[in-house]
């Protein structure tokens, strides 16, 4: 019979990036690599904090939205864009060519049925080249991997006060 522990009996987390640290620098690595290759491909490092801050609220991870709030006002986000971002598409406060990343972010983090996500990937094949369509996908797959790392870990936050 499975008991919940007592309100009193403190949750031990795992740090799962601090328990394989070998593990943890693969992952940097390629997080680091995928920039690269974003900045190759002409992806802002603007539009990049965006995918990832919007990642991050598709998959409730408060401490990557944390930091990647931060790094996107840091690289010239507006706070106007950042709080509309949830509801880019009822805007017009985005660049084509960022509203074709944010989808395909989109569906490459909520993996809609296999028609939505062939819609999806059409649409961005009109404002992103191949190469963009590319790092814009590893982004989302990387961020998605990066997300579950702080959100299984339970990482913490710290308050700014």
């Not at 990832?52 to 990647?68: K, W």
Request: net charge negative.
């Amino acid at each position: 019979m499975n008991q919940s522990p007592p309100d009193d009996t403190p949750t031990k987390h795992v740090f799962i990036d601090k328990q394989h640290p070998p593990l943890w620098r693969a992952l940097n690595g390629l997080g680091l690599k995928v920039r690269e290759a974003a900045e190759e491909a002409g992806i802002s490092r603007l539009l990049v904090e965006l995918l990832y801050v919007r990642i991050s609220q598709l998959n409730g991870c408060a401490f990557c939205l944390d930091m990647h709030v931060s790094n996107a006002l840091k690289e010239g986000e507006t706070t106007q864009r950042l709080a509309v971002l949830s509801a880019w598409r009822e805007t017009d406060l985005f660049t084509e060519q960022e509203s074709a990343a944010l989808a395909l972010a989109e569906s490459v983090t909520e993996l809609p049925d296999a028609a939505t996500r062939e819609r999806e990937e059409e649409s961005a094949r009109q404002h992103l080249s191949d190469e963009e369509f590319s790092v814009v996908t590893w982004l989302a797959i990387t961020m998605n991997a990066f997300n579950r790392v702080s959100i299984v870990s339970h990482h913490p936050i710290q308050d700014d006060a």
